[in-house]
């Protein structure tokens, strides 16, 4: 598991069939699935068949002629790619007909092909070198003086991979990669004939095309015509290990190839059950933050954020923190400190400083980043479900017929499962949006939206009220499954709130600005469209409304009898990598790990035996709570660990003001972050390359992530938590993470079945895994809900309370883009920036014409919260009357801008609608030069350069 | 804590359960929120609030407010 290297490519895709044929291949019998290619069944037969364009991440192409074979009782040289396997075929690989023409078929590849094998990126990994030595190439026939190749130009204009014609042998994987795999449709073969040649979109560079930079065409490419930078630089790796991608919530599989304890580069891993061998520019190519020179490897203390850093030893700091702590719990009581963990931390990171707060703290007060994010979805969904967790697995997408993508944006936020959907589309399953802005997927290539529903922000709960009310009035819900499945009682309750004509798309058109027409096509296709899936992203869960959203949702697939099995369901698709796991963890203030409430006092009882120590059973402060009891003084201590909320959370300045007013904040994170900058505790934390644990992604999945380096501080973050809580007066005793899942396990019903071994023996588990479920649960609610009985809430519209005004006549609107990750401080720190390297506001032409507004220009974002300033970007994605813009760099101040509103159940802030007026500046706002001056200052107290500091 | 804000949110969680057609159940359901989510010293703070006169609150919620007390 963690040493595989190379794995084994069978040439053609796997087939599955109900079906099995038995053939003959070079005399060894052997039984495959109907529809497999004769080229994957020598594979498995243990027959290795030549070849050049096939491999089995692709469709077969049939292009390369090297992989021709004999079969008896059939007229010449079939490929084996190509052709299907049939019962009683008897098939030779080798023979001497055969070995000639693969011979020549060499010969004519390598007449064109510098011979510069032994100074190649690619020696001792080439397909064409390998071929070569397999089919016995001893001369080329034709010299090597015709008209070649060799003087084409390298295109290096891609920060991580380069393109070397000369060395292209034009089989078409890298285009069909593209196509098939990621589904741009970037790359074509350009010309004809021996003028053939692989092009990015209208013969532009790399860099200038449509590419996204996956890095599926660099997989794909079988010699070095595409091939990473680091490899060029440094060489083939020599071993590699399988982890976990530390970005979004797909949760990739990759193998990090090494040499030494030097990461070469990272590979996604075919046998990933999140990915199935895709990845994106991010976690393909954006892992040098990790050895990024600004990252801080020494823990630091000081008494004031005014005062120098000092750098001291590990028992230095953490004896510090543990002092204060018990200084202000003594001063202020038991319930005036708590902390913070992340969703970037692993599963046993997150469980220890729940822990350490709830055993060693003695309150409640933990939290997470979910709560900004998805923390609507885990209340939501428990609420009418009974579980705070998706549905299905990302493979379901494959059995839709039709898909809703609600507020979710995933060809930027999740691109590797977005690719996986697009193949869906592709292959004809139709498409409802639901965005206020145009997101690619609305257009992309061969995949274009049935239904666009481009509402006004903030108006998500009208909009699926409007769509409900359509399928019951309309009679197409299924009653059946309501009958058999749901509370009769709520059913009822809900269905007379529902077909209140008040909820009909006439009646709502004014309020969301879709058409009434539009919303009842849509909500007729996904009623009667056959397996009908929702995606939603965080254009659901950050409003004030998030919860009752959620709900919303969940109450149509309940009407529409689509949960339950593959190609339906409820899919949330997670921000971070380790969203879910971090809910899974008990990291909220109200419940312990498993979701079970604090109040429940036999799951307490059974806490605390394991850990010995009597447990609080009030629920705690959430991150808003701890901010407005810090600005009263009842609040004075925080341990956050992974998190930097004076980026990432809502109003800027009101968080700040909070940090300022802490007397110990301790920040335990990679670098110098926004936070950071507040704290008077440092602990340098460790990447996810340097440490073991787990992450689970958006569909329950459980994977190891695996240390391939040693921690650049010296320590694992879940070993300085331990410290910490040693120091605080209770020891945890764990010598390694996996002791901390089997106590996991031990306390967690899901994951009684969850442990290191069973991890590696099946690659990864889907939670619920114990004695029902051994190996794990792909689709959840199949018999019954987990609540036993699904409820229908009713979800009564409340638009929120941030409008528009002759002050303030926009909304504003945030997300994310591609190249850049959340708070940016681990994309920003590569190459990432060359696509991104500031965030910007998008204005659709109209406003900006009315406001003088050019694009590229300047403006002033103005909210009743604060003011920032950014660049315009004049697009015609938006909405007359919205405006957009990332919070990817601190220095944009996005979030000084956005409010203090929340979702009413769980606080999680109302990122996407924020009423703003624009107009063109010449000059940074105040608080951005206020910004620009405290980041310097603290930049001095911290004694050398950083790189990266407020962009 | 700000009264003011605890107020907002209070009235934003009365919102929410102001849709239940059953009053006991809308009252129930505000007052079970309040006792699940929030912090004993946010309940003790707007049910103060609500004993100086409740400025700013919602019928809904001065009524499940005004149970929290008594049930414990």
Redesign the interface.
């Known amino acids: 598991m963690t040493t595989v290297f190379r794995p084994i490519d069978r040439g053609t895709p796997p087939k599955s069939s109900g079906s099995s044929v038995r053939l003959e291949i070079d005399g060894i019998a052997v039984n495959v699935p109907e529809g497999t290619s004769v080229m994957h069944a020598a594979s498995l037969a243990g027959v290795p068949v030549p070849r050049l364009c096939a491999t089995d991440s692709l469709e077969p192409f049939g292009s390369c002629r090297l992989c021709l074979v004999e079969i008896e009782g059939r007229r010449g040289y079939p490929a084996s790619c190509t052709t299907p396997v049939a019962a009683g075929m008897v098939v030779r690989t080798q023979s001497a007909k055969l070995g000639e023409l693969r011979r020549g078929v060499m010969e004519l590849y390598i007449s064109d092909h510098p011979l510069d094998c032994l100074t190649c990126s690619a020696n001792g990994n080439c397909e064409l070198q390998d071929m070569a030595g397999v089919v016995g190439l001893r001369e080329v026939r034709y010299g090597y003086q015709g008209a070649n190749h060799l003087a084409a130009r390298k295109d290096e204009s891609n920060p991580y991979f380069s393109f070397d014609p000369a060395k292209c042998i034009v089989c078409s994987r890298c285009v069909r990669a593209c196509e098939e795999v990621q589904g741009t449709f970037a790359l074509t073969i350009d010309g004809r004939g021996f003028a053939s040649m692989v092009s990015a979109g209208q013969s532009e560079s790399f860099l200038a095309s449509e590419c996204v930079s996956c890095g599926a065409c660099v997989q794909a490419c079988p010699t070095a015509t595409l091939m990473e930078k680091a490899v060029i630089s440094k060489g083939q790796a020599e071993r590699s290990v399988v982890t976990t991608c530390a970005y979004c919530g797909v949760g990739c599989s990759f193998r990090a190839e090494m040499k030494g304890s030097e990461l070469v580069r990272m590979v996604p891993d075919k046998d990933g059950h999140a990915n199935h061998g895709h990845s994106c520019v991010k976690g393909r190519f954006a892992f040098g933050y990790a050895t990024h020179p600004d990252r801080i490897t020494t823990p630091m203390i000081r008494d004031r954020i005014s005062d120098p850093w000092r750098q001291v030893s590990w028992e230095e700091a953490v004896g510090f923190a543990a002092s204060r702590f018990k200084a202000i719990q003594a001063a202020h009581g038991r319930?005036s400190v708590g902390g913070i963990t992340s969703s970037r931390c692993t599963n046993e990171e997150t469980y220890l400083v729940q822990k350490l707060v709830r055993a060693a703290l003695g309150n409640?007060?933990v939290d997470t980043c979910a709560r900004v994010c998805h923390s609507p979805t885990g209340f939501g969904l428990k609420a009418t479900l009974g579980e705070s967790a998706g549905t299905q697995d990302f493979d379901s997408v494959d059995d839709s017929d039709v898909i809703m993508v609600i507020g979710a944006n995933p060809t930027d936020g999740h691109p590797v499962f977005a690719s996986r959907m697009k193949r869906r589309l592709r292959e004809g399953a139709r498409l409802i949006v639901v965005d206020p802005r145009t997101i690619d997927l609305v257009r992309s290539p061969h995949v274009r939206a049935d239904f666009h529903l481009k509402l006004r922000p903030g108006t998500n709960v009208a909009l699926v009220n409007a769509i409900a009310h359509v399928i019951l009035t309309e009679g197409l819900y299924g009653r059946d499954f309501v009958a058999e499945r749901c509370e009769q009682r709520d059913f009822a309750?809900w269905k007379?709130?529902i077909e209140q004509s008040r909820h009909s798309p006439e009646e709502l058109e004014t309020q969301t600005g879709v058409s009434a027409a539009l919303v009842r096509g849509a909500a007729r296709l996904y009623a009667t469209g056959g397996n009908a899936a929702i995606y939603y992203g965080l254009g659901v869960t950050e409003h004030?409304q998030g919860?009752?959203m959620v709900m919303g949702i969940a109450n149509l697939a309940m009407l529409t009898g689509n949960i339950g099995r593959a190609g339906v369901g409820v899919n949330p698709l997670r921000g971070q990598n380790n969203v879910q796991g971090a809910c899974d963890m008990g990291s909220f203030?109200?419940e312990l790990p498993g979701y079970r409430?604090v109040?429940d006092s036999t799951t307490r009882t059974h806490f605390e035996q394991q850990w010995g120590v009597r447990l609080d059973p009030?629920?705690?402060?959430?991150i808003p709570?701890m901010l407005?009891?810090a600005?009263?003084g009842?609040f004075r201590g925080i341990y956050i660990e992974g998190e930097d909320i004076a980026q990432s959370d809502p109003d800027t300045q009101h968080v700040t003001a909070a940090l300022e007013a802490m007397e110990c904040v301790v920040v335990q994170d990679l670098f110098l972050n926004e936070t950071a900058k507040y704290a008077h505790v440092f602990l340098p934390g460790s990447s996810f390359l340097e440490k073991n644990g787990t992450f689970t992604n958006a569909e329950r999945r459980i994977s190891r992530v695996r240390k391939v380096m040693p921690p650049a501080a010296g320590k694992e973050d879940w070993e300085i938590t331990a410290m910490l809580a040693e120091a605080l007066g209770y020891p945890m005793g764990y010598t390694h993470p996996s002791e901390i899942m089997d106590e996991i396990a031990r306390l967690t019903p899901t994951f009684a079945g969850v442990s290191y071994p069973r991890l590696d023996e099946l690659g990864s588990i889907q939670w619920p895994c114990n004695a029902e479920a051994p190996e794990g649960t792909r689709t959840m609610h199949v018999e019954e809900f987990v609540r036993g009985k699904g409820r229908f809430l009713?979800?009564?519209y409340?638009p929120t309370e941030e409008r528009t005004s002759r002050k303030y006549p926009l909304i504003l609107t945030t997300g994310r883009i591609l190249s850049q990750y959340n708070v940016g401080a681990q994309t920003r720190r590569t190459a990432n920036n060359v696509w991104h390297e500031e965030d910007r506001l998008e204005i659709h032409p109209s406003d900006a014409l009315l406001r003088g507004v050019r694009d590229g220009e300047w403006v002033g974002v103005r909210s009743r919260a604060g003011e920032t300033v950014l660049r315009a970007l004049v697009t015609e994605r938006m909405q007359p009357g919205v405006v957009y813009t990332t919070f990817h760099f601190p220095g944009s101040g996005a979030n000084v801008i956005t409010t203090?509103n929340?979702d009413?159940?769980?606080?999680c802030p109302e990122y996407k609608v924020t009423a703003v007026q624009v107009e063109p500046v010449t000059q940074p706002s105040q608080w951005q030069a206020r910004f620009r001056r405290f980041t310097q200052r603290q930049v001095e107290l911290l004694g050398r350069p950083q790189e990266v500091t407020n962009d | 804590m700000e009264a003011e804000r605890l107020v907002r949110m209070a009235n934003d969680i009365a919102r929410f359960y102001q849709a239940e057609p059953d009053r006991d159940e809308a009252i129930a359901g505000v007052e079970g929120h309040l006792r699940r989510f929030w912090e004993p010293r946010m309940r003790r703070q707007i049910e103060a609030h609500l004993a100086a006169g409740g400025e700013g609150m919602d019928e809904l919620t001065r009524l499940a407010v005004g149970r929290l007390g008594v049930a414990g």
Not at chain 1, 904 to 907: E, I, K, S, V
């Open positions: 319930g409640n007060n309750n007379a709130f004030s919860s009752t203030p109200h409430h109040s009030e629920p705690g402060l959430r709570n407005d009891a600005l009263d009842s009713v979800t009564e409340v203090d929340s009413w159940a769980t606080n």
